[in-house]
């Protein structure tokens, strides 16, 4: 069973950077697309990235493109986050889950990672 690990989210000031990462346990982890989240206070879980099970494909959420890119490595059971000219607007819970296919819609993902805090300081 594919349980994923997230870490990294810590304090930081709008224009920084921060790399997120997913690690998972257990052998099926390669074979899974993977997605990150995000959750602030009040609103709901949002589609962040995604990238395909081999790495070639990505999706971004508007908001993020050109400022993050998810990558993979899956000899390390391993799937970053880069985040780069941080906003405020960013600060959330993020988290990150597996699927079958770059889906948006978080009722497509299963296996959610506990959450790591992103907070973006102005």
């Known amino acids: 069973q594919v349980q994923p690990v997230g870490s990294g989210g810590e304090q930081v000031q709008a224009g920084g950077s921060l790399r997120l990462s997913c690690a998972a346990s257990?052998?099926?982890?390669?074979?899974?697309?993977v997605g990150w989240f995000r959750q602030a206070p009040g609103k709901e879980r949002e589609f962040v990235a995604a990238?395909?099970?081999?790495?070639?494909?990505?999706k971004y959420a508007d908001s993020v493109k050109g400022r993050f890119v998810i990558s993979r490595e899956n000899t390390k059971k391993a799937v970053d986050l880069q985040m780069n000219n941080l906003k405020p607007e960013d600060a959330a819970v993020y988290y990150c889950?597996?699927?079958?296919?770059?889906?948006?819609?978080?009722?497509?993902?299963?296996?959610w990672g506990q959450g790591t805090q992103v907070t973006v300081s102005s």
């Open positions: 889950a597996v699927s079958t296919g770059l889906y948006v819609l978080p009722s497509y993902y299963t296996h």
């Open positions: 257990g052998l099926t982890f390669s074979t899974n697309v």
């Open positions: 990238i395909s099970r081999s790495g070639d494909s990505t």
